[in-house]
């Protein structure tokens, strides 16, 4: 770890696809790039080498103290506390237009930073800025009502924005969640304090410039780099932040919510993880199934709280399904996040890797059989190659735990209500799907899951105006669609007295 003096705030990169860009590497607070208070600063580690590619100013309490204080002078005295709702979304689309612009470079610095498929990418960068365009409209058609209770009052509400706003975002998608919080925050007229992930700074840092070179006043959002323990933990019970949004694993959505409520009782919402089941009928169009399962759980490497691990096949068709799921699997390309026939690129780091081999290995114990897969792709990186596991009971810890990587089950179930039962026997509700012909098959086991979305022959099929989010340990609130600016606004009623 180097003194922050000797890193500069940013730097020329060039990425293994050729694609040279200035990465911002400092603190973004109050408009400007800047060191953090301590002096401190972290590695980037390129997660297709396993090598370090840079150093990052790091964020501590004290950085994050100064960045609220900034967005607070921002939210209540400065240029955006006078703008009007149309001249909000108009940055918003600036923005988007900024990332359209900058397409290929934000894409890549994603495959870089985060190791996934140049492929995928490209399609992150698109949602962002499909779900930047779609907040920038929302900007000017957040309102309240007129409410008739009597001739001699007049009363109404408004919708008003929160405030100071603290946001924690994952590594797994990491300009994706940075758009998703953003957008809705800044439509209903907040202003942010979002903290990135320690494993993935780069793309948001890029993002901050972008937002710079859009126009938004100096305070209206903030980004730093920093770890969970110190800035995010920092962000969680500041007193002068009043709603904080997290996504990542249930066991930091608890200690979130705990710094919450032991603070300022800040508003909260949580996207956290799953244990999303892939249910196929026998009356399924198997070949387009196994495609969809394969998307389910193989996409970004595995790493999706979404993601279709706990496959449940009909018993009449389970040896079809699993001889071409097995197929499909192996034919999946893992490597080089920028070939353009990869699929599957590599885990994050080395402590993800670490942890999904232990639930390799975990499964095994267990009495599981592994298909194919449950070893390393490759000498150089963490990647894992496309694992499926069977011969699997309910008990099972791999049936149960969040995985968070390329391994699934796959079980077979005898009839609707068995893998009703089934689908709902985990702690989860964030994602699940069902594969059918049989249209009053889907309705009824989309209305019975217990699950934030239901998908029906497909999978991750996820867009910015749709309302995504869990039951249970998957998270309180959603994201996305017009569900999300309830997160970032507050009522106010006015009654007026005409007597």
């Known amino acids: 770890m180097s003194s922050a003096a000797s890193v500069p705030l940013s730097q020329k990169f060039k990425l293994p696809n050729g694609v040279e860009y200035e990465q911002p590497l400092g603190l973004f607070v109050n408009g400007e790039f800047v060191t953090g208070k301590e002096g401190k600063t972290f590695e980037v580690i390129n997660p297709a080498?396993?090598?370090?590619?840079?150093l990052v100013h790091e964020?501590?309490?004290?950085?994050?103290?100064?960045?609220?204080?900034?967005?607070?002078?921002?939210?209540?005295d400065g240029p955006?506390?006078?703008?009007?709702?149309?001249?909000?979304?108009?940055?918003?689309?600036?923005?988007?237009?900024l990332f359209e612009e900058n397409l290929t470079v934000l894409a890549s610095i994603e495959a870089f930073d985060n190791g996934k498929a140049i492929q995928l990418a490209r399609g992150d960068?698109?949602?962002?800025?499909?779900?930047?365009?779609?907040?920038?409209?929302?900007?000017?058609?957040?309102?309240?009502?007129?409410?008739?209770?009597?001739?001699?009052?007049?009363?109404?509400?408004?919708?008003?924005?929160?405030?100071?706003?603290?946001?924690?975002?994952p590594w797994n998608f990491p300009l994706l969640m940075w758009a998703w919080k953003i957008g809705p925050a800044i439509a209903c007229g907040n202003t942010v304090v979002l903290k990135t992930a320690e494993q993935t700074p780069l793309g948001g840092l890029y993002a901050a410039r972008l937002c710079k070179e859009a126009g938004f006043p100096p305070g209206v959002i903030n980004i730093i780099s920093g770890f969970g323990r110190t800035a995010g933990s920092a962000i969680a019970s500041h007193m002068k932040?009043?709603?904080?949004?997290?996504?990542?694993?249930?066991?930091?959505?608890?200690?979130?919510?705990?710094?919450?409520?032991?603070?300022?009782?800040k508003k909260v919402t949580l996207e956290l993880g799953g244990k999303s089941p892939n249910i196929v009928f026998e009356d399924a169009d198997v070949d387009r199934a196994v495609e969809w399962i394969n998307f389910g759980i193989y996409y970004n490497a595995g790493q999706c709280c979404c993601a279709g691990s706990r496959i449940y096949v009909q018993e009449s068709i389970y040896d079809k399904v699993i001889e071409a799921f097995k197929k499909r699997a192996e034919a999946n390309v893992v490597g080089n996040p920028f070939d353009e026939a990869t699929f599957q690129g590599a885990q994050?780091?080395?402590?993800?890797?670490?942890?999904?081999?232990?639930?390799?290995e975990i499964g095994k114990k267990e009495g599981a059989t592994v298909e194919t897969g449950g070893e390393r792709h490759g000498s150089e990186g963490y990647f894992i190659k496309p694992?499926?596991?069977?011969?699997?009971?309910e008990d099972m810890r791999i049936m149960q735990e969040e995985i968070f990587g390329p391994v699934c089950t796959i079980a077979k179930f005898k009839d609707l209500e068995d893998v009703i039962s089934k689908g709902n026997s985990t702690s989860y509700g964030l994602a699940s799907a069902v594969h059918t012909r049989s249209l009053s098959t889907?309705?009824?086991?989309?209305?019975?899951?217990?699950?934030?979305?239901?998908?029906?022959?497909?999978?991750?099929?996820?867009?910015?105006?749709?309302?995504?989010?869990?039951?249970?340990?998957?998270?309180?609130?959603?994201?996305?669609?017009?569900?999300?600016?309830?997160?970032?606004?507050?009522?106010?009623?006015?009654?007026i007295n005409l007597s």
């Open 59 to 76: 964020a501590t309490a004290a950085d994050v103290d100064i960045a609220v204080d900034a967005a607070e002078a921002a939210f209540y």
């Open 348 to 360: 994050v780091s080395e402590a993800q890797y670490n942890r999904i081999m232990s639930y390799v």
């Open 80 to 97: 955006w506390s006078k703008m009007s709702s149309a001249d909000r979304g108009r940055l918003l689309l600036k923005l988007a237009d």
């Open 442 to 495: 889907a309705m009824e086991v989309a209305n019975r899951l217990r699950a934030g979305t239901v998908w029906v022959n497909c999978y991750n099929s996820i867009h910015w105006a749709l309302p995504f989010g869990g039951y249970g340990e998957s998270g309180i609130g959603r994201e996305l669609g017009k569900e999300a600016l309830r997160n970032y606004t507050q009522v106010k009623t006015v009654n």
């Open 387 to 393: 694992t499926v596991f069977s011969n699997v009971t």
């Open 49 to 54: 080498t396993g090598k370090i590619v840079g």
């Open 241 to 265: 932040i009043h709603k904080v949004a997290f996504t990542g694993s249930t066991l930091v959505g608890r200690q979130i919510m705990k710094a919450a409520a032991e603070s300022n009782l």
């Open 125 to 169: 960068i698109s949602a962002c800025i499909g779900c930047l365009r779609y907040y920038g409209g929302w900007a000017d058609k957040i309102h309240g009502k007129v409410i008739e209770t009597s001739p001699e009052s007049f009363n109404y509400t408004k919708q008003e924005p929160i405030g100071v706003c603290g946001q924690i975002i």
